[in-house]
């Protein structure tokens, strides 16, 4: 699938080395470590189906105020939002690596 990254931060949240990432945007190194996994997984799925039959991801479709995106867990504080660019070409937006807590 292809992903593609909405702003600077959560690109370089999986380009930059976790350490250099822990220390410009203050997250815990094993939720870096776990976004670069979640980001890979997307990446290697062939399509939203593959991702919604990971059930440990548990991919959602969000509603009110983030209806159109959908998200999926990165543990149980921590989820990553996206939205479907465009079905034919399989490829979702990276829009923010949020605390759901």
């Not at 094993?30 to 593959?50: F, S, V």
């Not at 059930?55 to 990553?80: A, T, V, Y």
């Amino acid at each position: 699938m292809v992903v593609l990254f909405e702003n600077k931060k959560v690109l370089e949240l999986y380009r930059l080395e976790t350490t250099a990432c822990v220390a410009k945007y203050k997250f815990a190194k094993h939720i870096i470590e776990k976004y670069k996994l979640r980001i890979g997984q997307l990446i290697d799925a062939p399509d939203l189906k593959t991702i919604a039959q990971i059930k440990s991801l548990n991919l959602e479709k969000l509603k009110g105020d983030r209806k159109g995106q959908l998200s999926i867990r990165m543990d149980s504080q921590f989820r990553i939002c996206f939205r479907e660019v465009n079905e034919n070409e399989i490829a979702v937006e990276i829009l923010e690596l949020t605390d759901y807590h």
